[in-house]
T-cell receptor
């Protein structure tokens, strides 16, 4: 069964600094996808970044990038130049092609300090 | 284009009652997924529907059920409510629900907060 683990319940970072959120997963499948979602205090969940497991290149979206270590089953999110608007709960998630089911981690609450 | 909408936004029920939550996906989206979010358990997958068919379901008791209509709108029902059912229920829609295409992204609604007393 797929599992997703986020071991950091809470983190904080100073504005303009860089922070890395950790995520590990476990799956026996080869065709899977990994995601980071952001849930601000307003509660609307939005996609931050996605990574296809078959791609070796790490995904990047503006200030957000991932460090995908397939052998170690690790998928961390790096936020550069942190902004106050990055304050949110961040969820790591995975899905396997054809299952139509996403598995989420328990989340990391990130607070960006002014 | 309007986003995913969920109604009602807040609900208070008592143990033993039943509740129905509604989700309207983004226009053109045919896949709807439901999640239960609690502080201790995070987001847990309930079920996914596509073209009125349930394609997958999570590990929840039979008290939790859902359906999807021909216009892709979806409802979930919880019968015989228990205190532990208090949670934020999130709905997410996507074009077809498959993860293989880069544009196949799940868009979430604001959620329905259910409190069971």
């Amino acid at each position: 069964a797929q599992t997703v683990t986020q071991s950091q319940p809470e983190m904080s970072v100073q504005e303009a600094e860089t922070v890395t959120l950790s995520c590990t997963y476990d799956t026996s499948e080869n065709n899977y996808y990994l995601f980071w979602y952001k849930q601000p205090p307003s509660r609307q969940m939005i996609l931050v970044i996605r990574q296809e497991a078959y791609k070796q290149q790490n995904a990047t979206e503006n200030r957000f990038s991932v460090n995908f270590q397939k052998a170690a089953k690790s998928f961390s999110l790096k936020i550069s130049d942190s902004q106050l608007g990055d304050t949110a709960m961040y969820f790591c998630a995975s899905t396997t092609s054809g299952t139509y089911k996403y598995i989420f981690g328990t989340g990391t609450r990130l607070k960006v300090l002014a | 284009k309007a986003g995913v909408t969920q109604t009602p936004r807040y609900l208070i029920k008592t143990r033993g009652q039943q509740v129905t939550l509604s989700c309207s996906p983004i226009s053109g989206h045919r896949s709807v997924s439901w999640y239960q979010q609690t502080p201790g358990q995070g987001l847990q997958f309930l079920f996914e529907y596509f073209s009125e068919t349930q394609r997958n379901k999570g590990n929840f008791p039979g008290r939790f059920s859902g359906r999807q209509f021909s216009n892709s709108r979806s409802e979930m029902n919880v019968s015989t409510l228990e205190l532990g059912d208090s949670a934020l229920y999130l709905c997410a829609s996507s074009l077809a629900g498959g993860a293989g295409l880069p544009q196949e992204t799940q868009y979430f609604g604001p959620g329905t907060r259910l409190l069971v007393l």
